[in-house]
């Protein structure tokens, strides 16, 4: 069985026969070009709104090796808002704007935009005091049937493995963890970056570590999700600016993200649910 790291194969009947076209000349294309065409084709479908055909594209982008370029993330943060994923939505934006800078084409519209994320989600937070109720609406919810349903959505996907595949890996891609917490070079990955995967009943997670003198280590950790526990923890330790998620089979230390809490429990929730979702496939 071959192994999937998240590539979406179901598409909406009236655009199968559309992506089979248009993917079969990208298969000449250098890496370089290929980004750089379905960039282009990422910026017409925002513009024309097409979000379902944007985030085919960004799926897409998603699968290529290499840095992506700064535009990507600030068409990813688009795509994730429109989709109501509030907190990737911010998460690709201030990474936008954290590598592009003042001098992007898009800074303005990114910061204008994550103050409205902000605005959204202090409404979301007090509109239930407001309607008299006394449970708060959490920040972040536990990926519950109506969310993985949304993410099936978003990510074009015909089954909720597939789903929270695409959407931990996109999560990953905003996570990765640097030596250098105060300068990001915008011309390097990060040093700890990670891809999950899964076979079968196992989920795959390869970790790709880049050494100082830039040797790139590559490992993949086999977890096979029969017997263990399906709540991942994590926890971040400001001390040393990381996240880490655990692994639920003994505890240990799994993956090294950078120091942002809510993108690493959002990680940790998805693990989780994937987990769950492989332990229960008739379900899917």
């Known amino acids: 069985m071959a192994v999937s790291f998240g590539k979406g194969r179901c598409f909406a009947l009236g655009a ?7 993917a079969a000349p990208a298969l000449a294309l250098a890496p370089e070009h290929e980004t750089r065409r379905l960039m282009l084709a990422t910026e017409e479908a925002v513009g024309a709104k097409n979000w379902g055909e944007a985030a085919e ?25 429109q989709s109501s994923h509030l907190n990737e939505a911010q998460s690709a934006l201030e990474t936008y704007v954290s590598r592009a800078g003042a001098d992007g084409s898009h800074y303005q519209e990114s910061l204008q935009l994550i103050t409205s994320i902000e605005k959204t989600r202090k409404q979301n937070a007090l509109a239930p005091q407001a309607a008299g109720e006394s449970e708060q609406v959490a920040v972040i919810e536990p990926a519950g049937e109506g969310q993985i349903e949304s993410l099936r959505k978003l990510y074009l996907a015909d089954s ?17 963890w640097r030596r250098d917490q105060a300068v990001v070079r915008l011309d390097r990955p ?41 709540r991942v923890e994590w926890r971040c330790e400001a001390a040393v600016s990381t996240c880490w998620v655990y692994d639920p089979r003994d505890g240990s230390r799994l993956l090294q993200l950078a120091e942002n809490r809510e993108r ?7 693990l989780g649910q994937l987990i769950r979702a492989l332990q229960a496939p008739s379900g899917s």
């Open 57 to 81: 594209y960004l799926n897409r982008l998603q699968q290529l090796e290499g840095e992506k370029p700064a535009d990507y993330f600030f068409y990813r943060g688009r795509v994730m808002l």
């Open 264 to 270: 690493a429990q959002e990680i940790a929730e998805t």
């Open 160 to 176: 909720d493995q597939e789903a929270l595949t695409l959407h931990i890996n996109s999560l990953l891609e905003l996570a990765g």
């Open 16 to 22: 199968v026969f559309a992506s089979v076209v248009l």
């Open 190 to 230: 990060a040093d700890v970056e990670y891809r999950v995967g899964t076979q079968g009943d196992q989920v795959q997670i390869q970790e790709i570590r880049r050494a100082e003198d830039g040797r790139i280590l590559r490992s993949t950790e086999q977890m096979s999700v029969f017997g263990i526990n399906p």
